[in-house]
């Protein structure tokens, strides 16, 4: 049983504008949440985290909201960029043992 | 620039046949996971290793899966026999510790085909 999901399989966002990805989990003990990106024929890289006694981090162009109460997760690029095309997985842990989603694949177009 | 090799990094291979997997981590880390990734499930945990003894393989089809460290440079994963369902890319990971929050780093995996 998936305990972390992303339930859209893919998303086309225009260059420059927002590409907001989400993410739904069910295990109530996960503490920490990241963010991979993977590149065709290239293994994961990790991308963003947060702590689950934060609501928002923020790096650059990539923002991680966390709701707790709604075990919701959500990625935020702003503006993206044409080498953001890539998948983008969800990970949760409780210790270092991570619990991942199947992807979203994201395609920004020029 | 420290990265996490894999090899082979594509095997084609006849179901029944023995398929094994190598890995070599960061050197320094001493924390290692093998995950398999497929179109429906995403990437799973298999097993992992800290300071080369095996923690949790609960992930792994004990009857045909095997992983092991023989040394801290080399991670293995066998499949014997292996069966057309097996057929996934493995990725291994290496993490300096096993502290919550430390980065695990992935190898750029080993595309299996069983047919």
């Known amino acids: 049983d998936q305990q972390v999901k992303q339930n859209s399989p893919s998303l086309s966002v225009q260059e420059g504008r927002i590409s907001i990805l989400n993410c739904d989990y069910t295990?109530?003990?996960?503490?920490?949440f990241l963010w991979y990106k993977k590149y065709p024929a290239e293994g994961p890289t990790f991308l963003i985290s947060?702590?689950?006694?934060?609501d928002k981090n923020e790096d650059g162009r990539f923002t991680v909201f966390l709701n707790k109460s709604a075990k919701h997760l959500s990625l935020h690029i702003v503006p993206s960029q044409p080498g953001d095309s890539a998948v983008y997985f969800c990970?949760?842990?409780?210790?270092?043992?991570?619990?991942f989603g199947a992807g979203t694949t994201v395609t920004v177009r020029a | 620039d420290a990265r996490v090799t894999q090899t082979p990094r594509h095997k084609v291979t006849e179901m029944g046949q023995e398929v094994t997997m190598r890995c070599q981590p960061i050197?320094?880390?001493?924390?290692v996971f093998w995950y398999r990734q497929t179109m429906m499930q995403g990437l799973e945990l298999l097993a992992y290793?800290?300071?080369?003894?095996?923690?949790?393989d609960s992930g792994m089809p004990k009857d045909r899966f095997s992983a092991e460290m023989p040394d801290a440079t080399l991670a293995t994963l066998k499949i014997q026999p292996s069966e057309p369902r097996d057929s996934a890319v493995y990725f291994c990971?290496?993490?300096?510790?096993?502290?919550?929050?430390?980065?695990?780093?992935f190898g750029p995996g080993t595309r299996l085909l069983v047919l």
């Open positions: 990970a949760a842990s409780t210790g270092f043992k991570l619990s």
């Open positions: 295990n109530s003990m996960f503490d920490y």
């Open positions: 947060i702590s689950s006694i934060k």
């Open positions: 050197l320094g880390h001493n924390t």
């Open positions: 290793f800290r300071n080369r003894a095996p923690l949790d």
């Open positions: 990971a290496s993490a300096l510790s096993w502290a919550t929050q430390e980065t695990q780093y």
